[in-house]
């Protein structure tokens, strides 16, 4: 069995789904308007012949009933007695035979329907033959001094079913042209609703990567509408800011690569053309010293690529800070530079080690690289959490620029050139490595030092990608 499927599109779909909703109410709605309609008219019918009944029988009780009865509001009316006679009657039925054999007690009522008016079922009541049957019949018992006579008063129920089959034609023509108005109010009013949306379309198709400056229009009304466009210019904002970002870390790290691989090139075009004895030793220092920045360069455009992409997967495990910076700290000989690392205190964590040496390593290459003299390492912890400050005797970083520096390839001044030995990517690849963790880092103010002091707080355990 095929299954039933709604059209495609939302306007389609809603005035499907709004046609056939009105047309199930419009329909339930004339059922019971003509089961209604058709009770009150035979009510009606029940309460005249009923009244008509009871006023005749109170003739025969009074003794006031004359031989024809008048006929009320299309009723028919015979008075029988005892023996089956009629004694009385209205003039539409003059003559003819009992139309009952039914029998009640004095003062009782019977209401019944009928298709028929004598036993035999063949008789008619009245010379109308438009009022044919079903009846409403009712009999009333009366007493009087020669017995019990029982009152019959009939009514056609043929005008109750005329004025129904009058109801049906008009509610068949009636339903669908309110079902055909509904539709096509619905179409409108979807397709008005929706023609923002055909808009938002339009203009969404129009934006490409070479047009990322261009937003949606945002309607005034004040419903979901306006709220859709508002989100896809938030989320065209992000992607302008994301791809702009991207194609300049493209370029930076295009250009910063550059360097050390022409530095690479120029030497081993010099071995190649040289006519001069070469000193093998100082050279393979040279290319070695040149291939250590190129893989420290790479490894921190990789480590922000993972962390552009939240693929920034951390191995955590249980090792004291102080004594990873400790391990730092004496790999490096840095000619005029002293470290003091008597603030280092015992300092347990769970956190990535590996990442966690790549973060001292990148912080002291940058405090090293500015300092005058002297670098300041402290660690800490405690209530669950952890911090790692160092600090140079260097010139400081303006409050203007503070946050500037966790930017990629940026450098302040002549000091943190390129030709002072750093990328633009030390304290990018820090903050990204500390927010993996879920820490903050900042430069902060402390009187203790006259330079620079930058402050990592981390959680002792525990991280965002990780665990």
Not at 196 to 210: D, F, H, N, S, Y
Not at 389 to 400: E, Y
Not at 439 to 449: A, K, L, M
Request: aromatic share 4%; with cysteine.
């Amino acid at each position: 069995m095929r299954r039933l499927t709604l059209p495609k599109g939302v306007r389609a779909q809603a005035t499907v789904l709004a046609t056939l909703v009105i047309t199930g109410a419009l329909v339930v709605g004339g059922v019971v308007f003509i089961a209604l309609t058709r009770a009150n008219l035979t009510r009606s019918l029940e309460t005249v012949v009923s009244s008509r009944s009871q006023d005749i029988a109170g003739l025969v009780v009074s003794g006031g009933l004359s031989r024809t009865i008048p006929s009320v509001r299309g009723t028919s009316a015979q008075v029988i007695d005892a023996s089956g006679t009629v004694i009385a009657s209205t003039l539409d039925i003059e003559g003819q035979q009992a139309v009952t054999t039914d029998t009640v007690p004095a003062g009782a009522l019977r209401l019944t329907e009928v298709t028929a008016l004598d036993a035999s079922g063949e008789q008619e009541v009245g010379d109308n033959h438009d009022e044919e049957g079903p009846y409403l019949m009712a009999v009333t018992g009366a007493a009087s001094g020669n017995g019990v006579y029982q009152v019959v008063v009939v009514g056609s129920l043929a005008s109750v079913n005329r004025a129904i089959a009058t109801l049906i034609p008009m509610l068949a023509v009636g339903i669908p042209l309110l079902v055909m108005i509904g539709a096509l109010m619905t179409w409108g009013l979807v397709g008005r609703s929706l023609r923002p949306v055909g808009k938002m379309i339009a203009q969404a198709e129009g934006i490409t990567l070479a047009k990322l400056d261009r937003r949606i229009d945002v309607p005034d009304s004040q419903d979901e509408i306006r709220h859709l466009a508002e989100t896809l210019n938030g989320m065209l904002d992000r992607l302008e800011s994301s791809v702009a970002r991207q194609r300049r870390f493209v370029s930076d790290a295009s250009h910063e690569l550059k360097s050390p691989v022409a530095s690479l090139l120029t030497m081993a075009e010099v071995v190649e053309s040289a006519r001069a004895q070469i000193d093998m030793k100082e050279f393979a220092g040279d290319v070695a010293g040149e291939a250590r920045r190129l893989a420290l360069l790479v490894e921190d455009l990789l480590t922000l690529s993972r962390a552009d992409e939240d693929h920034f997967q951390l191995d955590c495990t249980s090792f004291d800070l102080a004594e990873l910076v400790r391990e730092e700290v004496g790999s490096k000989a840095v000619s005029g530079v002293s470290f003091d690392v008597s603030g280092l205190a015992a300092t347990y964590v769970h956190l990535d080690r590996r990442r966690m040496r790549q973060l001292a390593r990148n912080l002291l290459d940058n405090a090293t690289r500015h300092a005058d003299k002297r670098v300041w390492v402290e660690s800490g912890g405690g209530s669950g959490s952890s911090y790692l400050l160092i600090a140079d005797d260097g010139p400081g970083i303006p409050k203007s620029r503070r946050e500037e520096i966790f930017d990629r390839f940026v450098r302040l001044d002549d000091a943190r050139s390129r030709a002072a030995g750093g990328t633009g990517l030390g304290l990018a690849v820090v903050k990204a490595i500390v927010e993996a963790h879920g820490g903050t880092v900042h430069v902060v103010d402390d009187d203790r030092f006259p330079g620079a002091v930058l402050r990592i707080d981390l959680p002792a355990t525990g991280s965002r990608y990780g665990t």
